[in-house]
């Protein structure tokens, strides 16, 4: 029988677990929106099917996809949990039986199953497939139409170990990029490389070894270049078996940024030094001869975990702000400049993705411009325009919080920034969310269309958008 969910912070308001799968056709519409605005927009996020044992944590919670599909100015939604090993197992059982993060508190009716992973991060469109993805598994595929869960992607078997949450999807040549952290099954130093093409076929794998073993959520990629970055929250396997926790901040280590030319290979990484940050998603990155330039949000203390014996972190540290990191490579140095570009609190940063990779004007974002900072919940939509400093901001409104925004171009040859931007909205008026379409050019003056939901979207993480077949286009 199900369990009542504990009133910790990240399973309540906002955050709160949907437990049901549902279907909604045609969507209440305020508004109006483009008719050239036709395809999907899928979010994923960590929804928990039950209470969950041992620690809890936002990470640790089951997939479920969220499909928005726009067209001829209606939207239609479907939700549905990834049926993953561990949730075909705890659905048979009627209640949690792992614990990702406090694998000590699993069930012993589970010890030693092999999962194919919690698929609750992102959702990508690559080469006809739609894949949903965390950072310790292969990508688990689904149905792009109906959300019905196909099974782990192999990429036709060729795959071993883990693949990113955050792959990287090249424009000019249609390649989809990735890497692998505890890439030898264990949390270790282990990492991996690889491209795959425009039709999803595995090209190339590498292995490499980090300057230690840490919780690599996201990477860069230019035209030139590939960049690492190994970041001081780093993972002990000895230290979570001593009841300690298993991903903790280590300062002292320091940052580590690999550089490796694109088309070298890992034997050629070059690793920069700096101060201890965190960066859980980079904005872009690209490179002009030997200088790389980096957009990040960067945190100074990594958050939502602790230090290595257990204590909280520093809240007042734990802000992301975007800032530019710049390498020189012409230089015989290992350091790096580091430059903030702006003073407001923002996370979930995307662009304009036919310019990854590249150099780049325009840049969007979840921002909170109140006093205090909130992880998942972000009471603006922000859109900064790097030539000129601009930014531009839609404040979502009162008791409502948002996430993670996508862009969408107008059309495939329209100019970088022409287009639209979509976000789930949480109303806690409501108690429900909804989805708001705005003018990427004008963010500021508010939605052309919002496409309301009886329910909530759980706060969650990333999504992206698969344009409407090109005969429906």
Same mark, same amino acid.
């Given at each position: 029988?199900?369990?009542?969910?504990?009133?910790?912070?990240?399973? %309540?308001?906002?955050?709160?677990?949907?437990?049901?799968?549902?279907? +909604?056709?045609?969507? @209440?519409?305020?508004?109006?929106?483009?008719?050239?605005?036709?395809?999907?927009?899928?979010?994923?996020?960590?929804?928990?099917?039950?209470?969950?044992?041992?620690?809890?944590?936002?990470?640790?919670?089951?997939?479920?996809?969220?499909?928005?599909?726009?067209?001829?100015?209606? #939207?239609?939604?479907?939700?549905?949990? #990834?049926?993953? #090993?561990?949730?075909? $197992?705890?659905?048979?059982?009627? @209640? +949690?039986?792992? =614990?990702?993060?406090?694998?000590?508190?699993?069930?012993?009716?589970?010890?030693?199953?092999?999962?194919?992973?919690?698929?609750?991060?992102?959702?990508?469109?690559?080469?006809?497939?739609?894949?949903?993805?965390?950072?310790?598994?292969?990508?688990?595929?689904?149905?792009?139409?109906?959300? @019905?869960?196909?099974?782990?992607?192999?990429?036709?078997?060729?795959?071993?170990?883990?693949? %990113?949450?955050?792959?990287?999807?090249? +424009?000019?040549?249609?390649?989809?990029?990735? &890497?692998?952290?505890?890439?030898?099954?264990?949390?270790?130093?282990?990492?991996? &490389?690889?491209?795959?093409?425009?039709?999803?076929?595995?090209?190339?794998?590498?292995?490499?070894?980090?300057?230690?073993?840490?919780?690599?959520?996201?990477?860069?990629?230019?035209?030139?270049?590939?960049?690492?970055?190994?970041?001081?929250?780093?993972?002990?396997?000895?230290?979570?078996?001593?009841?300690?926790?298993?991903?903790?901040?280590?300062?002292?280590?320091?940052?580590?940024?690999?550089?490796?030319?694109?088309?070298?290979?890992?034997?050629?990484?070059?690793?920069?030094?700096?101060?201890?940050?965190?960066?859980?998603?980079?904005?872009?990155?690209?490179?002009?001869?030997?200088?790389?330039?980096?957009?990040?949000?960067?945190?100074?203390? =990594?958050? $939502?975990?602790?230090?290595?014996?257990?204590?909280?972190?520093?809240?007042?540290?734990?802000?992301?702000?975007?800032?530019?990191?710049?390498?020189?490579?012409?230089?015989?140095?290992?350091?790096?400049?580091?430059?903030?570009?702006?003073?407001?609190?923002?996370?979930?940063?995307? $662009?304009?993705?036919?310019?990854?990779? $590249?150099?780049?004007?325009?840049?969007?974002?979840?921002?909170?411009?109140?006093?205090?900072?909130?992880?998942?919940?972000?009471?603006? *939509?922000?859109?900064?325009?790097?030539?000129?400093?601009?930014?531009?901001?839609?404040?979502?409104?009162?008791?409502?919080?948002?996430?993670?925004? *996508?862009?969408?171009?107008?059309?495939?040859?329209?100019?970088?920034?022409?287009?639209?931007?979509?976000?789930?909205?949480?109303?806690?008026?409501?108690?429900?969310?909804?989805?708001?379409?705005?003018?990427?050019?004008? #963010?500021?003056?508010?939605?052309?269309?919002?496409?309301?939901?009886?329910?909530?979207?759980?706060?969650?993480?990333?999504?992206?958008?698969?344009?409407?077949?090109?005969?429906?286009?």
């Amino acid at each position: 029988m199900a369990k009542r969910f504990p009133s910790s912070s990240h399973l %309540t308001g906002g955050f709160a677990p949907l437990r049901m799968e549902c279907d +909604a056709p045609d969507l @209440e519409v305020e508004g109006e929106i483009p008719r050239d605005l036709a395809g999907t927009f899928y979010r994923n996020g960590a929804n928990p099917q039950f209470a969950p044992r041992g620690q809890d944590h936002w990470f640790a919670g089951d997939g479920m996809i969220h499909a928005f599909h726009i067209d001829s100015g209606r #939207v239609a939604y479907r939700n549905r949990w #990834v049926r993953t #090993v561990k949730w075909k $197992l705890e659905h048979e059982a009627g @209640e +949690a039986l792992f =614990a990702p993060f406090d694998p000590m508190r699993s069930d012993p009716s589970v010890m030693g199953v092999e999962t194919d992973g919690l698929a609750n991060t992102n959702i990508v469109w690559h080469a006809g497939r739609l894949m949903a993805l965390e950072e310790a598994h292969a990508p688990f595929e689904l149905d792009p139409d109906s959300l @019905e869960s196909i099974g782990p992607w192999t990429f036709g078997g060729k795959l071993t170990g883990p693949m %990113t949450a955050h792959p990287k999807i090249d +424009a000019e040549t249609g390649e989809m990029l990735f &890497f692998g952290y505890n890439a030898d099954g264990q949390i270790s130093e282990h990492m991996s &490389f690889h491209v795959v093409d425009r039709s999803g076929k595995l090209l190339r794998s590498e292995h490499f070894k980090a300057p230690y073993a840490a919780m690599v959520h996201d990477f860069m990629v230019t035209r030139d270049h590939i960049i690492f970055p190994i970041m001081p929250l780093t993972g002990s396997m000895q230290r979570a078996m001593s009841g300690a926790p298993v991903y903790a901040w280590e300062p002292e280590k320091g940052n580590h940024i690999g550089i490796m030319p694109r088309r070298g290979s890992v034997e050629d990484i070059r690793w920069f030094r700096g101060g201890a940050s965190y960066v859980f998603h980079p904005m872009n990155a690209h490179s002009n001869g030997d200088t790389v330039t980096c957009d990040v949000c960067e945190f100074e203390q =990594a958050p $939502l975990f602790p230090l290595p014996d257990g204590t909280p972190g520093d809240p007042g540290k734990a802000i992301p702000r975007l800032t530019r990191w710049t390498f020189d490579l012409a230089r015989n140095s290992s350091d790096y400049k580091s430059e903030r570009l702006n003073d407001i609190a923002c996370e979930f940063p995307r $662009l304009d993705e036919r310019r990854t990779g $590249l150099d780049y004007r325009y840049g969007f974002f979840a921002c909170d411009t109140q006093p205090a900072f909130k992880i998942g919940g972000f009471n603006g *939509i922000g859109r900064i325009d790097h030539t000129t400093g601009k930014l531009d901001i839609y404040d979502v409104g009162a008791g409502c919080a948002t996430n993670e925004p *996508i862009f969408v171009p107008k059309s495939a040859d329209a100019p970088e920034g022409v287009g639209y931007v979509l976000a789930n909205v949480y109303d806690d008026n409501r108690k429900a969310s909804h989805l708001v379409i705005l003018d990427a050019e004008n #963010v500021a003056d508010g939605p052309l269309a919002t496409a309301y939901l009886d329910h909530r979207v759980p706060f969650g993480f990333h999504g992206n958008w698969k344009p409407a077949d090109p005969e429906r286009a």
